[in-house]
């Protein structure tokens, strides 16, 4: 028994310092919850890959997309932005490649956009044979018909930069250099030798900004890009193209913005609803189970307190959905606290020891306790495999909830009964241990 | 034990439940949420005093946003609906909620059609899944039960249980649609496929105790009609149902009362999913599953 008692008094120091740790670094911010955009107000965008084009390794070139956006969007100086790949679901479609962008604390979604898709796309494409060079700077219906597909693109670029006045002819002039990576400088030199003679194109966004004719091949891998370029354009290009060409041409599909105010009451709310959720569920139990419910309501908070401990730790992002979650998981945790009970006193009805009862209640609520919860994990890995974020929020912290509440109930309870340790069949006893609202 | 014993009674009220629910489902349709048909959704506040719905209307419709509608928000705000936006309209939808009074945005969605229609198609699909898993993982679980039932009788009747547990919340979704435009939305699915595991749940502790009865009978060999087995096993399970649905209930209660307006449709869903799914696993299940093997019995 004082194994028990011991293992109780263990048990509520971890609560105890768990509890202490949340608060401390809530207060500090040393590790705040991480909250959804639905909570912290901002914006989502959607945007899909149109990858038709990429002739490489399809992966290579998404990430490299994802990359670059990402450098993109962290110019935007905001905290915490979020870039990931996507992949549609195959089922409904083709499966889309897409990309979620996650800027916490924007709310001006059109400017975001603006300065995304402001990026430009360059493309180095060859003229076809027999094909007449289109004007630089402007676009022709035909142009695809004239170029081949693009050969380089801007995920071949390692770096651009600005120069003025290079060679002869372009004296005074702003000519972009593009330094391209290894994999670059090989296609490039490739290209320029096996084509001395031939042109290419090198496109911006879909225009033919240059279309120069290949003198000699070039093997040191760069490449000078001599448009008619005032210095100020230049010096945004290249900016542009160090900071993210993008490699691979994006549409936008879908975006989501959500102000702070809203986000907030939100929280506000939801930390109401499950301080008084809790403080009901607390009144319910101990009203009917008396002591058990008494030490099921420790038990309880013992659950809080590992839950909220992992969400930070893992970190879970937690949206309203996920506090819905939690909240439900409150209802839903003492059941197994439930369920062992019930045992408990069909076996105190038998005329057995509390201490019986208590071991023999376990016991048998154990089968009934994992079958049952088993369907609801089925539920959230479903769950968690069908939704989009908001979704998963809602799923995982579900999951995490049936399985911390199983292991609390088995655990925690179970020693905190223990530690009791009554061996009595007083009636004070029976009476603490009974249950029902009658008296 | 009663709900046995007048288990046709309970059959016929919770079949003309079901097709009462059905039939209001039927009859009003359900609002289908942008999550799945793809559009824009615009929450915007007017601290200063709202104008009036139609000049919103007239001035988001005059901006270039197609089929737009138009409902108000608590005291001082609108939610507006609208077809997918243009690049052009998504642009200028700032100024154009301005009308007389100073605008506060506080949401912004704008979904594409394809995203609408994927989420569409995996909601279903996850349904199916879950019913479909459930099926499986109850049958598995007793499959040690073959007699006098066998466990596939289990899982089936699982199954026609969870119809019902869907059937219910969908019809009294349906009634909020018309009463206060409540939308279907991936949070609504959310609400139901949670309502299934905790129906099944419910329904497998019954259950469970039948399987534990019936091998302590057959371990003393005692014998005892399967009714009475039945009967007994809900009598000993009942007010742990009862009490573990007002705990979860409790706590829904309070996401519904005090909890964030984005979840309060999702916590009235589950509210009505836990009360169904408590009943048809007392009032349903069991009394299903007596019925087949009296119909076996009688049979054989």
């Known amino acids: ?439 | 034990m009663m709900i046995i014993k007048y288990r046709n009674i309970f059959f016929a009220l919770t079949v003309a439940f079901t097709v009462a629910a059905l039939g209001v489902l039927g009859f009003l349709g359900l609002n289908i949420g942008t999550d799945f048909t793809g559009g824009a959704l615009i929450e915007v506040r007017y601290p200063e005093g709202r104008p009036s719905s139609e000049d919103l209307q007239r001035s988001l419709t005059n901006a270039g946003l197609e089929s737009v509608t138009v409902r108000g928000a608590g005291e001082d705000g609108y939610i507006v609906r609208a077809a997918p936006l243009s690049p052009e309209a998504r642009n200028v939808v700032a100024q154009a909620v301005n009308v007389g009074s100073q605008p506060v945005l506080q949401r912004f969605t704008d979904v594409g059609p394809s995203i609408g229609s994927e989420l569409r198609t995996k909601a279903l699909i996850a349904l199916a899944l879950v019913a479909l898993c459930i099926t499986l993982y109850v049958a598995f679980v007793f499959r040690k039960v073959s007699k006098p039932v066998s466990s596939w009788v289990y899982g089936v009747i699982t199954v026609i249980t969870l119809l019902h547990d869907i059937a219910i919340p969908l019809g009294a979704f349906a009634i909020f649609g018309y009463l206060w435009g409540a939308q279907v939305d991936a949070l609504f699915v959310t609400a139901i496929l949670t309502v299934l595991g905790y129906s099944v749940h419910d329904t497998i502790v019954v259950f469970d105790r039948t399987r534990e009865n019936l091998r302590l009978n057959e371990e003393a060999k005692r014998k005892e009609d399967f009714e009475h087995v039945a009967g007994r096993s809900i009598e000993q399970t009942f007010v742990r149902s009862v009490n573990t649905s007002m705990t979860t209930l409790i706590s829904l209660g309070a996401l519904f009362f005090f909890g964030p307006v984005a979840t309060q449709d999702f916590a009235l869903t589950l509210i009505i999913g836990v009360i169904t799914g408590t009943y048809s696993s007392i009032a349903v299940a069991t009394p299903l599953l007596v019925a087949y093997e009296r119909f076996r019995a009688k049979r054989a």
């Open chain 1, 1 to 439: 028994m004082w194994k028990y008692r011991l293992g109780a008094l263990f048990i509520l120091l971890v609560g105890g310092l768990l509890g202490w740790y949340l608060y401390s670094s809530e207060v500090s911010g040393s590790r705040e919850f991480r909250l959804g955009l639905d909570l912290s107000g901002g914006t989502q965008l959607l945007y899909k890959a149109d990858t038709s084009a990429i002739a490489g390794d399809l992966e290579e070139s998404l990430d490299a997309l994802r990359e670059t956006i990402e450098r993109r969007v962290n110019l935007f100086g905001v905290a915490e932005p979020i870039v990931q790949r996507e992949k549609g679901s195959s089922i409904a479609g083709e499966g889309e490649q897409r990309l979620i962008i996650e800027l916490p604390g924007v709310t001006d979604a059109n400017e975001a956009i603006r300065q995304i898709g402001e990026t430009p796309v360059l493309e180095f494409r060859m003229l076809n044979e027999g094909a007449m060079a289109p004007q630089e700077g402007t676009t022709t219906p035909t142009v695809d018909e004239q170029f081949g597909p693009a050969i380089l693109t801007g995920r071949h670029i390692s770096r651009a930069e600005l120069q003025f006045g290079q060679g002869t002819g372009l004296a005074n002039q702003a000519v972009v250099v593009i330094h391209f990576n290894t994999e670059g400088r090989d296609i490039f030199a490739e290209t320029t030798r096996n084509g001395v003679g031939k042109v290419f194109g090198i496109f911006l966004d879909g225009v033919p900004i240059s279309t120069p004719v290949i003198n000699e091949p070039i093997p040191d891998g760069t490449a000078v890009i001599s448009g008619s370029f005032t210095p100020d354009e230049a010096r945004e290009l290249v900016r542009n193209l160090n900071f993210g060409a993008l490699p691979v041409p994006i549409e936008l599909v879908s975006t989501e913005t959500v102000s702070g105010t809203l986000g907030g009451e939100a929280v506000k709310d939801g930390i109401m609803a499950g301080l008084i959720g809790f403080a009901a569920v607390a009144f319910f139990m101990i009203l009917w189970y008396r002591l058990p419910g008494f030490l099921a309501v420790l038990a309880l908070s013992v659950y809080v307190v590992i839950s909220l401990a992992l969400f930070k730790l893992i970190p879970v992002t937690l949206t309203a959905a996920g506090i819905a979650a939690f909240i439900l998981s409150i209802g839903m945790a003492v059941d197994a606290n439930v369920l062992i009970f019930a045992r408990m006193r069909e076996e105190l009805a038998k005329g057995k020891s509390t201490d019986e009862a208590i071991h023999d209640g376990f016991a048998r609520a154990w089968l009934s306790i994992r079958d049952s919860n088993i369907s609801s994990i089925i539920s959230a890995i479903i769950l968690f495999w069908f939704g989009t974020s908001i979704i998963k929020g809602f799923a995982l912290v579900f999951g995490l909830g049936v399985v911390i509440s199983m292991f609390t109930a088995i655990t925690v309870s179970r020693t905190f009964l223990l530690a009791l340790g009554s061996k009595g069949r007083t009636s004070l006893s029976r009476f603490l241990f009974g249950s029902g609202i009658k008296i």
